[in-house]
């Protein structure tokens, strides 16, 4: 007899989520580097170890059941809690321990996320915290799909993103859109703020066209009755302060960004843009204790910076 017989297998569990989440076999295959036979064969598999049906072929492609749904919506909680219970196991509950796979944008790495994982590895050595730069479109989704266990996103008031159920969103700091210039290139008024409007001549630089931080900076410039005259751009925020610093452009970008490396001035905006910058986590990675430390690291971080 098959002792595997009628029971779920965790890592086909997985592919059926991301199945869910992602639409088709070909996107779960990409995922997982896997090829999209493969992908197909364990999900049968999967199907039987159900002994439901969980897919339902429309034309070349599958869709989910409602049993299928009903399964990959209970997937991502059971893989957390297989999760959990390595992690007590390992640490016998006395002491957090394990891997911790952490997602954040580019600029939280520097005032936020380097400094509160340093301080975590001397204060909890058995915690493994695993670094993976993204912006909030591309982590929240991975999130989602059980690919990072916590994710530091940002947003602003007037582009919310929708609340989810599964995920907790605990408050980390704010920032605000600056304008960063060479030294004693642009005059501000009496209050200290410039006032966009004026800066239309200017050489802009920015990041390339789709970046969240680019998107931004060019509709803020529009609305202020302007298109940018864009001279430069650049894949990183180091390359761009670069540019900056050196009188060949001018930028918008949140003063968390503006490494104080760099010879450059900030000059803050007439209303200027505030943004949110919070911690998502699956409510059921938060029961881990070691997910637990991670986040309160990075709370205490951002409250000290």
Not at 122 to 151: C, F, K, M, N
Request: aromatic share 4%.
């Amino acid at each position: 007899m098959n002792n595997d017989e009628g029971m779920l297998n965790p890592w086909r569990l997985r592919l059926l989520h991301q199945l869910h989440l992602l639409g088709t076999v070909r996107a779960v295959a990409e995922a997982t580097h896997m090829s999209p036979s493969s992908v197909s064969q364990q999900l049968a598999t999967l199907e039987t170890e159900a002994k439901a049906q969980l897919f339902e072929r429309v034309g070349r492609r599958i869709r989910l059941t409602p049993a299928g749904i009903t399964l990959a919506g209970h997937a991502s909680e059971i893989l957390d809690r297989i999760a959990t219970a390595e992690a007590d196991i390992a640490g016998l509950h006395s002491e957090a321990t394990g891997v911790v796979r952490l997602a954040a944008f580019t600029s939280a790495f520097h005032g936020i996320v380097v400094p509160a994982v340093a301080a975590l590895t001397q204060q909890h050595p058995r915690i493994s915290v695993e670094l993976t730069e993204a912006e909030p479109l591309v982590s929240r989704p991975a999130l989602q799909r059980g690919e990072v266990d916590v994710a530091v996103c940002a947003d602003f008031p007037d582009a919310p993103v929708p609340p989810d159920a599964d995920l907790v969103r605990l408050p980390l700091t704010g920032d605000r859109v600056v304008l960063v210039t060479a030294r004693n290139t642009i005059t501000s008024d009496r209050s200290g703020r410039v006032d966009l409007a004026g800066l239309a001549d200017e050489p802009w630089a920015f990041e390339h066209p789709g970046a969240h931080l680019a998107d931004l900076a060019e509709r803020l410039c529009r609305r202020a009755g302007f298109t940018p005259r864009t001279v430069a751009r650049f894949e990183s925020h180091g390359t761009l302060l670069s540019h900056v610093e050196a009188g060949l452009s001018v930028t918008l970008l949140p003063l968390l960004a503006v490494h104080d490396r760099y010879v450059v001035r900030t000059l803050d905006l007439v209303d200027p843009p505030r943004r949110d910058i919070h911690i998502l986590a699956r409510r059921t990675t938060m029961d881990r204790a070691a997910v637990r430390v991670v986040v309160e690291a990075l709370r205490h971080q951002a409250r000290s910076a």
